[in-house]
Nanobody, 125 residues
């Protein structure tokens, strides 16, 4: 089974950009649909973006559409989240997740059985 590991978080200012990476060991990476979720203090974990096994299909939360971009490199077993025009409200722990796809991309956290430990993104004003 795949084990995601996130990296690339940090402290940035509002309006800056940041790219998160998620490497995955174990399993066949290209067989898994991948997604990013985030959880701010005191809030539920929420969907950010998802990408299909081959990278041809993507899905975004409305709150990040047009600012964030998800991509993957199956040769490197890595999925990325490019975050532009960051806002204070984007501050959260960002998690990478994986699942065997069944039909269309899922924004539901309970559809993803494999999770990384998370990486902190803090956006200051």
């Amino acid at each position: 089974q795949v084990q995601p590991v996130e990296s690339g978080g940090g402290l940035v200012q509002a309006g800056d950009s940041l790219r998160l990476s998620c490497g995955a060991s174990g399993g066949t990476f290209s067989s898994y649909a991948m997604a990013w979720f985030r959880q701010a203090p005191g809030k539920e974990r929420e969907f950010v973006a998802a990408i299909s096994t081959g990278g041809g299909n993507t899905l975004y939360a409305d709150s990040v559409k047009g600012r964030f971009s998800i991509s993957r490199d199956n040769a490197k077993s890595t999925v990325y989240l490019q975050m532009n025009s960051l806002q204070v409200e984007d501050t959260a722990v960002y998690y990478c997740a994986a699942h065997f796809p069944r039909g269309s991309l899922s924004p539901r956290r309970y559809d993803y059985p494999y999770w990384g430990q998370g990486t902190q993104v803090t956006v200051s004003s």
